[in-house]
């Protein structure tokens, strides 16, 4: 232990033997509770990427792929994935166990840091609360860096108040700053926004040692983040969605997400959708919810309230001590104070710089995962502050207190769904399905393949509407379809439409968007049954199947279950259309209700979304405008040249298709290694066979854009055959 550390009465009883024996059994609960009913939890769609792309052919090309959906994700874990899911196998549950393991591992590391600070007491209940975090649990049962994050933060804090206790003659001190640095360039490299806790860093050496050090400190380590930084230079640009938050929910993050009702993604069932049936022991517990969150919130919040006096009392008796006098004494207020005002520093400044960045740029920096490593400063007040209060008399009953605390949380949140149920919503439409049934998946916000993923061995035809426009005219065109042709094909069949309820229900606050979906099916002529499987997003999944009053005229009719109110005439302005002839305007406003959810877009790569349905539905002018579009605002956006150059494409223009699909691969990092086989085959060769197993290839890694470039190899194929086929009449003519 070092000199600095607080010892209580309590913490001298403590043998290592019996230290030993706690850290295992807070280890063995934290694992307990982190496999707990790990294989029932669906993938969600933060974390399908990580399990889809899986098949590709390398790990370089792995995060390549998952840097095309989420492009802030640095490459160290997806790496260390990879390899891990290659040993253990690609699926969900064994992939589960890298991060459940880290997340335990981290437990151990907890202890450490924790007793290094306040002593063994304080450490054994630091690591206690990270073993039983509701938000700690719900990360390490996803395939995600966070925990990975976490584990490398305790390590790069650890040896840096290490290091700063150490004098630099001591021969241990060098070792304890290349442990802070290999951490710290690992973290970097494990997430983007980690380079906040190096900044903490930053802050708390200048705050506390001669500028000399910080100067040294930071001079190490730009040096070795020069690549890093080269790679953050080269990062593909995207903006990302529209976010706004107020100061209540970054204060909120920062002190109370291990609070269930206030983090932001752990969404049981009866916080979704509070109408719905809850088991009657989980609606006991909630019924009495207020108060242990009243209590638990007291608890984290007077914890931090104590690390700052603690720190400001050992500051103020540093200062107070005559250096010569009091040698020993002043340099154990010295190391309390640097302990304090570090671990202030980690639990405040991370989130409070991203929720700033939020408010400012209206972008979501914000997020629990981002700056969830915070909480390890927490853990330890905590700790700490028990450790101060308690007697001989109290030792065992704080503990007890955190677990019933803590344990409550758990008890209203892990026994349920703690992912949208696809797990269960999949296999009831593959039981009840017949095999002509089509199946479509609403998607409105985001490109997401978890029902894919659960459905890729059903052999249905499955969909991806955008807006429920698109799903409902889908529906009534299929079923209708089907009756013309029944007497060939003998039976009914019924179209299938799921959805994530909760971020329509987000969207949608005036009305409910399923009852609004009800009266647009109905209006078409349209029955149907709509089960709800709950928990988390909540997944709504419609059997859809055509009445006596099934109406061929309805099948275009605007809906009222739009997500945000549009101006249609005004999105084809902006698209830069004015149509006379009234026939081509329907034509191209019919185009824009399938597709457009809201205008203008949140992000840019909507308009390569709305550019790859389009061109996907034949609609090349509608797709070129929106490419060029998003280009002429963001000339630095390589997606935006590649939807370009796919529309340049199927509009036969194969000279500038291929110089878009060239300034794509300059401009977006990897994008040239996935695709330029397939360009090559469709602009160059026009190997319409090559390209056909280029689009299988990429379909088979997961690349979201892969169904669109089959479609795109369709309508070449077939303009191919009309051109061969008039060249042959007029042969023939000849």
Not at 316 to 331: I, S
Not at 388 to 416: A, D, E, I
Not at 482 to 509: I, K, M, Q, T
Not at 587 to 615: C, D, G, K, Q
Request: aromatic share 12%.
């Amino acid at each position: 232990m070092s000199p600095h550390s607080g010892k209580g009465p309590q913490q001298a009883n403590l043998t290592l033997r019996a230290e030993a024996l706690i850290v295992v059994l807070l280890v063995v609960i934290g694992a307990a509770v982190r496999l707990y009913r790990l294989d029932s939890q669906s993938l969600w769609h933060d974390e399908t990427p990580s399990i889809v792309h899986l098949n590709a052919q390398g790990p370089r090309t792995y995060t390549w792929l998952i840097q095309f959906e989420y492009a802030e994700q640095s490459p160290l874990y997806y790496y260390l994935q990879y390899y891990w899911a290659r040993v253990a196998g690609p699926v969900p549950f064994r992939v589960r166990l890298l991060p459940v393991f880290l997340g335990t591992v981290s437990i151990g590391l907890m202890y450490l840091l924790a007793r290094f600070a306040f002593g063994a007491y304080a450490a054994a209940l630091a690591a206690l609360c990270l073993a039983l975090s509701p938000q700690h649990i719900w990360h390490a049962q996803e395939v995600r860096p966070y925990t990975f994050m976490c584990l490398l933060a305790i390590v790069s804090s650890h040896s840096f108040l290490v290091g700063l206790s150490k004098t630099r003659d001591q021969a241990s001190a060098k070792w304890w700053w290349m442990l802070n640095l290999v951490a710290n360039v690992m973290l970097v490299w494990t997430h983007t926004l980690t380079v906040f806790l190096l900044f903490t860093q930053g802050c708390a050496l200048l705050l506390r040692r001669p500028f000399r050090w910080v100067v040294l400190w930071g001079m190490v380590h730009g040096l070795l983040l020069l690549p890093w930084l080269f790679w953050l230079w080269n990062m593909p640009y995207t903006n990302d969605f529209f976010s706004d938050v107020g100061w209540g929910e970054v204060l909120g993050e920062i002190f109370l997400d291990d609070i269930v009702s206030v983090h932001t993604d752990l969404l049981p069932a009866w916080k979704t959708h509070p109408a719905g049936e809850l088991p009657p022991a989980v609606r006991d517990l909630v019924a009495i919810r207020r108060p242990f969150d009243i209590a638990l919130a007291a608890v984290l919040l007077s914890a931090s309230l104590w690390l700052l006096a603690h720190t400001l009392l050992a500051h103020t008796l540093r200062n107070a001590l005559a250096r010569p006098t009091a040698p020993e004494t002043r340099a154990r207020a010295a190391g309390k104070a640097e302990q304090g005002l570090y671990l202030i520093l980690l639990l405040i400044v991370p989130g409070l710089i991203l929720g700033i960045l939020n408010m400012v740029l209206t972008a979501p920096f914000k997020g629990s995962m981002y700056s969830m490593y915070g909480t390890l400063a927490l853990y330890c007040a905590v700790g700490g502050a028990a450790a101060w209060v308690s007697g001989k008399r109290s030792r065992w009953l704080l503990p007890l207190v955190l677990v019933g605390l803590f344990g409550y949380q758990l008890l209203v949140f892990l026994p349920g769904v703690t992912r949208a149920n696809w797990r269960e919503a999949a296999p009831y439409i593959q039981k009840n399905a017949s095999p002509r049934d089509l199946v479509l998946y609403l998607r409105p916000f985001f490109k997401d393949a978890t029902l894919t993923y659960y459905m890729r061995d059903a052999g249905l035809a499955l969909e991806y509407p955008r807006t429920s426009q698109d799903a409902c005219d889908t529906a009534a065109k299929y079923l209708i379809e089907n009756a013309a042709h029944r007497a060939e094909s003998p039976g009914e069949c019924a179209v299938w439409l799921a959805f994530e309820r909760y971020p329509l229900d987000f969207v949608f606050r005036d009305r409910d968007f399923p009852s609004a979906l009800d009266d647009d099916l109905r209006a078409r002529g349209l029955t149907f049954t709509r089960p709800e499987f709950q928990g988390h997003y909540n997944v709504v999944v419609y059997r859809i199947r055509p009445s006596a009053r099934l109406d061929p005229q309805a099948i275009y009719r605007p809906v009222a279950s739009t997500f945000m109110p549009v101006d249609f005439d005004e999105v084809l302005h902006e698209l830069g259309f004015e149509p006379t002839d009234p026939e081509k305007r329907e034509a191209l406003l019919r185009a824009i209700r399938r597709e457009v959810t809201y205008w203008p877009p949140v992000s840019n790569s909507y308009y390569v979304h709305f550019a790859m349905a389009w061109l996907a539905h034949g609609d090349y002018d509608l797709a070129e405008a929106a490419a060029r579009r998003i280009i002429s605002r963001y000339p630095s956006f390589g997606l935006g040249y590649f939807a370009l150059g796919a529309t340049l494409c199927a509009k036969d223009q194969r000279p500038e298709a291929l110089a878009a699909f060239t300034r794509a691969f300059d401009l977006y990092r990897g994008l040239g290694e996935l695709l330029e086989p397939f360009v090559n085959a469709v602009c160059r060769s026009r190997d319409y066979a090559e390209a056909r197993r280029q689009a299988a290839r990429l379909r088979h890694i997961g690349f979201i854009y892969a169904p669109n470039l089959e479609a795109l190899i369709e309508s070449l194929v077939h303009e191919a055959r009309i051109v061969t086929g008039n060249k042959a009449c007029a042969f023939r003519r000849g």
